[in-house]
């Protein structure tokens, strides 16, 4: 079965510094990657998704990740914080549009002025 | 604009009631989605549906029922069955047979039980 691990469940950043949110997938063939946000009592917001296209996928507000199948991982970064980007972010994995979508338990970004 | 439309966005409920959460969008797509997200915790599937009529229990149905008589329509009840039912509750729908099939959600209902 497929599985979602993100390491850290809580990520403090200075405001300016590089943001680098973990998530690490297993997968026997590489499947559909996403990256979501969630800001306090909303809905979840998708930042990106890796297709297969590209390795480096550009998404939303500036992030962008990078897929590596040797690693199994699809790591959020951001070159500079900003404070709205205080938020809750969700890797998620998706074998086909038939199968479920598997969720990563979630990591609490938190920005420093 | 197109979207997914959850209502409400709080209900308060006393135990031994059930209540029913509204899911509607307006995308056409195929599939819709119910999930339940407590506090520090990810997102757990409860139901969902691939077309109108027919629908599958996720990883935590029990206590809940779903019902999908039209495509746009998704409502989830909780019913007096389920033990722990305060949480934020989200629905998410996506287009069937497409290459990645990526969810849109709604905004969220917040159920608290008195």
């Known amino acids: 079965a497929q599985s979602v691990t993100q390491l850290g469940s809580h990520v403090s950043v200075s405001e300016g510094a590089l943001v680098l949110l973990r998530c690490n997938y297993s997968?026997?063939?590489?499947?559909?990657l996403f990256w979501y946000v969630q800001y306090p009592n909303q809905g979840l917001q998708l930042l990106l998704k890796y297709t297969s296209a590209a390795t480096l996928v550009k998404g939303i507000n500036g992030f962008e990740a990078e897929f590596k199948k040797s690693e199994t991982s699809f790591h959020l970064t951001k070159p500079s914080a900003h404070m709205s980007d205080a938020a809750e972010y969700f890797c998620a994995v998706r074998k086909t549009s038939y199968d479920k979508v598997i969720f990563g338990p979630g990591t609490s970004l938190s920005v420093i002025p | 604009d197109g979207g997914i439309t959850q209502s409400p966005k709080y209900l308060f409920r006393k135990e031994g009631q059930n209540v029913t959460l509204s899911c509607e969008q307006n995308l056409n797509h195929d599939a819709m989605y119910w999930y339940r997200q407590d506090p520090g915790q990810g997102l757990r599937l409860i139901y969902y549906?691939?077309?109108?009529?027919?629908?599958q229990k996720g990883d935590i149905a029990e206590g809940y029922s779903v019902s999908r008589e039209k495509k746009e329509s998704f409502p989830l009840t909780v019913t007096s069955a389920q033990k722990n039912p305060t949480a934020f509750y989200l629905c998410a729908s996506s287009i069937v047979g497409t290459l990645t099939g990526e969810l849109f959600f709604g905004e969220g209902s917040r159920l608290t039980v008195l």
């Open positions: 997968s026997s063939v590489p499947p559909y």
């Open positions: 549906s691939q077309i109108v009529n027919d629908f």
